[in-house]
């Protein structure tokens, strides 16, 4: 995609989550960043790098230094960019009472906001009040998924909502390249250690009689729930936990697997506005077929290349099938996943989402 140049709009870029290296939400931030910048946008970035884990004190803390921070460059912005947050209110009540247009990145509905951070739960409603005024105030949104756009408009009570998905870094991600050998064949998942993830559903899946003999899974990540360390750490034969990967390790592991697993399940209802796990433009972009959970917005992805297999929601014996299937034809398999390479290079790149960004940002400044 050709690169077009701005008139050199500041964009006050803001974000109140941790930046943590190899997570997605540092992945997309940068990607979009730095897209923006190659564009002619002078961005600034205002966040905190470092560990996910911290008291409420330290997060408290992040969040203070994050709003001082902001409010001290917000003056000299043409647009403010926020990654949407509830602890960014005061910054996007000073934007709107300084008249600077404001856009708002929706990732999520409320109630993923407090899966994330339990420790606010209780503010629930005076929390989600401060989110969804933010929303009014904004000059545009901007969400991940279409249901998340449709869902971002009636919060906000207007129509300037688009949608910019996720996307895959191409030139990282990609078919080309080496690929990671062991012994035996093998499927992946990689992310974060947590029940919603789909862990136990895989651990289950492996001890099915119907999960083929002679293929491991390999499971690449922090255990983020504690509840599951025993789990894992106890698991059958077959099963393989690498602990987090660094992300240039990721392309190979993903080209060496036989399929790549997005198994999500939903305990706390959070998928009915759609989800796209970046993970899974990454998986598809590396020309591996994947098995994803039958939710809006992944399933109709991967329907879309087609990229791989759509299974029920939770049912291990599912997944251990669908792994049968692709260990069986290594010729379809082969064909789903160049397939769904052939998409993401052609759609879903960040460079691509970054022009869509820009597309926004250029509509709201002319107003």
């Not at 289950?204 to 750490?233: N, T």
Request: charged share 20%; proline share 6%; with cysteine.
């Amino acid at each position: 995609m050709s690169l077009t140049t701005s008139s050199t709009h500041r964009v006050l870029y803001i974000c109140c989550e941790r930046i943590v290296a190899g997570s997605a939400a540092a992945t997309h931030v940068h990607e979009i960043c730095d897209g923006l910048t190659r564009r002619g946008y002078d961005v600034t970035l205002q966040a905190e790098h470092g560990e996910a884990r911290s008291n409420l004190a330290g997060q408290l803390g992040r969040y203070a230094r994050v709003i001082l921070g902001s409010l001290t460059r917000l003056p000299r912005a043409d647009i403010v960019y926020f990654r949407s947050h509830f602890a960014a209110f005061p910054i996007a009540l000073a934007a709107w009472l300084l008249r600077k247009p404001t856009i708002q990145e929706i990732n999520g509905v409320y109630a993923e906001a407090f899966v994330t951070h339990p420790r606010f739960a209780r503010l629930k409603g005076v929390l989600s009040w401060m989110q969804r005024q933010q929303y009014r105030w904004a000059s545009a949104l901007i969400a991940v998924t279409p249901q998340l756009v449709e869902w971002g408009s009636k919060e906000a009570g207007h129509t300037r909502a688009y949608h910019v998905g996720n996307g895959a870094n191409t030139e990282r991600f990609r078919p080309e390249g080496p690929k990671t050998q062991r012994t035996l064949p093998y499927v992946l998942f990689f992310g974060g250690m947590t029940r919603w993830h789909g862990v136990e559903v895989m651990l289950d899946a492996v001890q099915s009689p119907v999960w083929p003999e002679g293929v491991d899974l390999l499971l690449a990540g922090p255990v983020v729930d504690p509840s599951l360390k025993a789990r894992i750490m106890d698991a059958p034969p077959h099963v393989a936990w690498l602990d987090r990967v660094p992300q240039e390790e990721l392309p190979a592991l993903i080209r060496g697997a036989v399929a790549a697993l997005v198994p999500t399940v939903d305990p706390s209802g959070i998928t009915a506005h759609g989800i796209t796990p970046l993970k899974l433009f990454e998986m598809m972009a590396c020309g591996r077929p994947v098995i994803v959970s039958d939710f809006k917005g992944m399933a109709d992805l991967v329907r879309q290349g087609p990229g791989g297999l759509v299974i029920p929601s939770g049912d291990p014996e599912a997944l251990a099938r669908a792994v049968g299937t692709l260990i069986a034809d290594q010729a379809e398999a082969d064909a789903l996943g160049a397939a769904g390479a052939r998409m993401i290079a052609a759609d879903h790149s960040w460079d691509a989402r970054a022009a869509e960004t820009a597309q926004v940002i250029e509509s709201v400044v002319k107003g």
